[in-house]
């Protein structure tokens, strides 16, 4: 079965780094995407790996590597603002979008 | 660029009602949209893809004469909630997907469903 696996909460403190590790296992791979969803709010897109490597885009970073099935997003300079659940999302070899639960981050000042 | 709209944001019907939901793609034309649905505190839960011009996949377990999809042009998809009960209550989202080798899905704000 494909499956996706990412910490169910994480709290972490303003002005701190925080890594939000995803593992998957799907049929095949087309690339992987984390969003970031306000409670009570529709996913907005954040990221976008298909090779191996770090993307960097602010202060979000994603990084994936395939051959271990796995990818992080990192948060550094937190903000209040960044409280939110983090989603990552599998595209398998039918181009279908395979969701993670979801990661609730918490961020105290 | 990509910014996805759904109307209406919050609808309050009672039981045995249809209500409509639209969601357009505005600055980009959108080869799929997909309709999902997210009940409070759980994950995104797809329930159908939809291509212009041809008949919404749905995905196992969501019935599809409940749960009517319209994709009429490359910028407009509808979901229709016939006969809505209660347990339809929940948080619809649409997204659109411009295709062509960019596989990025940007999401509408949600509709909010409220069946009494």
């Known amino acids: 079965g494909q499956n996706i696996d990412q910490p169910t909460e994480m709290t972490a403190t303003e002005g701190a780094i925080v890594q939000i590790n995803c593992t998957y296992q799907?049929?095949?791979?087309?690339?992987l995407f984390w969003y970031q969803q306000h409670a009570g709010e529709a996913p907005t897109f954040l990221s976008y790996?298909?090779l191996d490597g770090l993307e960097e885009k602010g202060r979000f970073s994603s990084f994936l590597s395939r051959s271990k099935g796995y990818s992080y997003l990192l948060l550094k300079e937190l903000q209040m603002k960044d409280s939110a659940s983090y989603l990552c999302?599998?595209?398998?070899?039918?181009?279908?979008?395979?969701w993670g639960a979801g990661t609730k981050l918490i961020i105290k000042p | 660029g990509a910014v996805v709209s759904q109307h209406p944001s919050w609808v309050i019907c009672k039981s045995g009602t249809s209500v409509k939901i639209e969601c357009r793609s505005l600055?980009?034309?959108?080869?799929?949209m997909f309709w999902y649905r997210q009940f409070p505190k759980q994950s995104l839960m797809l329930m159908a893809t939809?291509?212009?011009?041809?008949?919404?996949?749905?995905e196992q377990g969501v019935e599809k004469d409940k749960f009517l999809i319209n994709h009429a042009s490359l910028t407009l998809s509808t979901l229709t909630v016939t006969s809505a009960h209660p347990e339809d209550s929940s948080f619809y989202i649409c997204?659109?997907?411009?295709?062509?080798?960019?596989?990025?899905?940007?999401f509408g704000p949600g509709t909010r469903l409220l069946v009494l």
């Open positions: 997204s659109a997907r411009l295709g062509g080798g960019e596989e990025t899905q940007y």
């Open positions: 600055d980009f034309q959108a080869t799929t």
């Open positions: 939809s291509n212009e011009g041809s008949k919404a996949t749905y």
């Open positions: 799907t049929s095949g791979f087309n690339g």
């Open positions: 790996n298909v």
């Open positions: 999302a599998v595209m398998d070899s039918n181009y279908q979008l395979i």
